[in-house]
């Protein structure tokens, strides 16, 4: 079964540093798509940024991009000249088909 | 992008009711599916909700206690029956479009406490 492995329950940044959550898997599947969702106190699942299994290139979305490591099966998120805005609850998720899973989440603090 | 809404947002419930979320999209979608997010926790898919036919339950979860409904190919409940406090979570909805593969959308959530 697929899993996902987010290790760090907590993190923490300062306003305007880098940050970079952690999130690894495990799937015998070769066609497959990563995720990281923002999930604030509204509990309404964002979409961060969004990665297919068969591109090399690191995806990237403004302040948000990705270390994906395929062979590895590790998909880090760094998240550069960080904002208060961008304290929340991270999800790293893994879809296949129609099958999608979710780590455990890693909350996010972000210090002025 | 497709609109969800999750009816309600949240409520407040007493042990052994019953209370039944929905779920309504603007746009017909392929594949819709109900998630329950315990306290802290991080999502846990309870079912497929499968339009014409009966939903597909993941292990742990019961047609019983989580009756699903998807009349058609944009609207879907779910009912938490015979609720007690350990059912005290947010439960979201998942949509898939038609037509966009591996993209999926999110409701909003409705936070359920049970007393």
């Known amino acids: 079964a697929q899993t996902v492995t987010q290790s760090q329950p907590e993190m923490s940044v300062q306003e305007a540093e880098t940050v970079t959550l952690s999130c690894t898997y495990d799937?015998?599947?070769?066609?497959?798509?990563l995720f990281w969702y923002k999930q604030p106190p509204s509990r309404q699942m964002i979409l961060v940024i969004r990665?297919?299994?068969?591109?090399?290139q690191n995806a990237t979305e403004n302040r948000f991009s990705v270390n994906f490591q395929k062979a590895a099966k590790s998909f880090s998120l760094k998240i550069s000249d960080s904002q208060l805005g961008d304290a929340a609850m991270y999800f790293c998720?893994?879809?296949?088909?129609?099958?999608?899973?979710f780590g455990a989440g890693t909350r996010l603090t972000v210090k002025p | 992008s497709a609109v969800i809404s999750q009816k309600p947002s949240r409520d407040i419930c007493q042990r052994g009711t019953s209370l039944t979320i929905q779920c309504q999209v603007d746009?017909?979608?392929?594949?819709m599916f109900w998630y329950r997010q315990q306290p802290g926790q991080s999502l846990t898919l309870i079912a497929t909700a499968n339009q014409g036919s009966e939903a597909t339950y993941e292990s742990g979860f019961v047609i019983d206690k989580f009756p699903i409904s998807r009349p058609n190919l944009t609207f879907s409940t779910l009912t938490v029956s015979n609720m007690s406090p350990e059912d005290s979570s947010i439960y979201l909805c998942r949509v898939d479009p038609i037509g966009l593969a591996h993209t999926q959308y999110f409701g909003p959530g409705t936070r359920l406490t049970v007393l």
């Open positions: 746009s017909q979608v392929t594949m």
């Open positions: 998720a893994y879809r296949s088909d129609n099958d999608m899973r």
């Open positions: 799937t015998s599947e070769s066609d497959y798509y």
């Open positions: 990665q297919e299994a068969y591109k090399q």
